[in-house]
């Protein structure tokens, strides 16, 4: 999800799945006054699912933006009949840890 659907979505306080676990964390002053003035312009959101959802966004721009690094083995061929080789960077390895924790986490209720 992009920040601008991040934005439409607020507009229309939508919800979405949470984990039983809590992350407590400490910001700093300039990022918790920008909180702060998103919950006050959209009241029906809420700071925890303000906070929820700009995580969410920036995770995946994160993984969105991990480069592609070719690898040995070819994986399929383009429309040209070019091979197309599977990614050797940090998606696979990244995409990997997030199924484990996520099965873990969904299992386990946290």
């Not at 040995?72 to 960077?89: M, N, Q, S």
């Not at 840890?97 to 099965?103: A, I, P, Q, Y």
Request: aromatic share 6%; net charge negative.
């Amino acid at each position: 999800m992009s920040f601008r659907k991040l934005l439409d979505t607020w507009a229309q306080s939508a919800q979405v799945e949470t984990t039983d676990t809590e992350y407590h964390i400490r910001l700093p002053v300039d990022d918790a006054a920008k909180l702060h003035a998103l919950a006050e312009m959209y009241p029906a959101v809420g700071l925890e699912s303000i906070i929820t959802d700009l995580l969410s966004t920036a995770l995946n721009e994160l993984a969105e933006s991990m480069p592609y690094e070719p690898g040995d083995t070819v994986i399929r061929e383009d429309d040209h009949g070019d091979p197309v080789y599977g990614d050797a960077g940090l998606t696979p390895q990244f995409m990997a840890l997030v199924r484990k924790h996520r099965t873990r986490l969904a299992g386990s209720g946290d």
